[in-house]
């Protein structure tokens, strides 16, 4: 018994190690947001666009409250953009990342249809980088394999080695597509269907998401067949960030940052971007990681408003703004997130709806025709006519009869009429109804 229990030591000690192993995979998955499938499904109408416009896009999906603001903002000035639209929105309360995108209407069009979708994409930028970046390289690889990814006018796509260099993974995934604008200074904001660009899609239980462009932004007949392109943007500094497909992250240029952001000004040792939660107002991570690192814990209920990384100066400016659009004619922006997504729930129900009330709208149209010919009908039969005893000729004939002896007694001279003359009536024929005395 002594020689055995040693061995037993022994094989529990092998045993114990594959055991925690076991369990730290399970803890990594239960971290995951987002899956493939997820990732390439609300990724992939804004894979194709140029590298510069995604990685502002993408930091400014992370404060998905001032994207509402910005989008509302947008439609009350429709003729503002590229550098000059961005500089007028300065002294806005959103991020510097977000106030970028006014530069591309387009941009925000697209953005503005689907609130939730929005706030999706910045919560998998900030608790998956990685995988974002992974997924928007696996969409482009597929677009360029259906052959709806390629070099034009409006931008240069290019291939270069894959920076991590892993020989383990095949040869397609060891390279990085690079799409720029053909004119640095000119960007084309594309437009696509990604149920055609990318060819057949892979995840069935998970269709891609289209949010066509209103009239007037693309180039309409190219939409059937692949990419559209909105009408050139120049612009000088507004985009001032570019992904980083290495370390899955965005790079700033700070000189273009500080020259379109006077008044928040950032140093040159600022290049990588970070996260402000301070510009989240309020809005909730999704992941425990994202809560942990950028939820700020301050101590005391009254101080709830700073614990939602809400600045009482910004409201008021926020304030100050819905009131100027209200005064415009315009409805004032979202005040949150949610807002901002009830609306456009509303608003797609009632375009679901509109058929359904015209279709009723129809119906009681008919239903009031058919009454009105009901009550002419009926009103047409009380009237007489050259025809009205024709369908019943002895009603008709009594009653001309009895004409005839109402004539023949008021000719009758007075005194005849004095003398009680009898007057014969002709019996009522049985043809009118009359009741029989039994």
Not at 162 to 177: D, N, Y
């Amino acid at each position: 018994m002594l020689q055995i229990l040693p061995l037993l030591l022994v094989l529990g000690g092998l045993a114990g190690p594959p055991l925690l192993a076991a369990e730290e995979p399970a803890a990594a998955t239960a971290e995951q947001v987002f899956g493939t499938e997820e990732l390439d499904q609300m990724l992939a109408p804004l894979a194709l666009y140029p590298d510069a416009l995604l990685a502002q896009v993408l930091m400014a999906a992370t404060y998905p409250g001032d994207v509402a603001d910005a989008v509302a903002w947008s439609k009350a000035n429709p003729q503002a953009s590229g550098d000059d639209a961005v500089r007028q929105v300065a002294e806005q309360p959103w991020d510097p990342s977000v106030q970028s995108l006014v530069a591309f209407p387009a941009v925000l069009v697209t953005l503005g249809q689907d609130p939730a979708w929005v706030q999706r994409v910045g919560d998998a930028f900030l608790a998956q980088p990685d995988a974002v970046m992974d997924s928007v390289q696996r969409l482009r690889r597929q677009a360029q394999a259906a052959g709806n990814l390629q070099s034009n006018e409006q931008q240069q796509v290019s291939v270069q080695p894959s920076a991590s260099g892993s020989t383990a993974q095949p040869v397609s995934s060891q390279q990085t597509i690079i799409i720029e604008s053909a004119d640095p200074q000119v960007v084309y904001v594309p437009s696509y269907n990604p149920s055609v660009v990318y060819g057949t899609w892979p995840y069935p239980s998970y269709p891609p998401a289209y949010y066509p462009p209103p009239p007037g932004y693309y180039f309409g007949s190219a939409l059937a067949t692949g990419l559209a392109f909105a009408a050139g943007v120049a612009i000088i500094d507004s985009l001032w960030g570019d992904c980083d497909w290495g370390h899955g992250d965005i790079d700033i240029d700070v000189n273009r940052y500080n020259n379109i952001n006077r008044n928040r000004q950032i140093n040159a040792g600022d290049s990588t971007w970070q996260h402000n939660a301070l510009n989240r107002d309020g809005v909730p991570y999704r992941d425990r990681a994202s809560r942990e690192q950028y939820g700020q814990r301050l101590s005391g209920s009254e101080q709830r408003q700073e614990l939602r990384g809400r600045d009482p100066a910004r409201s008021a400016e926020r304030e100050r703004a819905r009131q100027s659009l209200e005064q415009r004619g315009f409805d004032s922006p979202a005040s949150s997130n949610r807002q901002a997504r009830e609306r456009a729930q509303t608003a797609d129900r009632d375009l679901r709806n509109q058929p359904v009330r015209q279709n009723d709208q129809l119906r009681s149209n008919a239903q009031t025709r058919q009454q009105a010919r009901q009550q002419y009908s009926a009103g047409q039969g009380a009237r007489n006519n050259a025809f009205a005893g024709a369908r019943s000729p002895s009603q008709a004939r009594n009653y001309s009869e009895r004409g005839q002896l109402s004539r023949a007694a008021a000719s009758r001279p007075q005194a005849a009429r004095a003398a009680g003359h009898a007057v014969s009536r002709p019996a009522i024929s049985a043809s009118r109804g009359g009741a029989r005395r039994r």
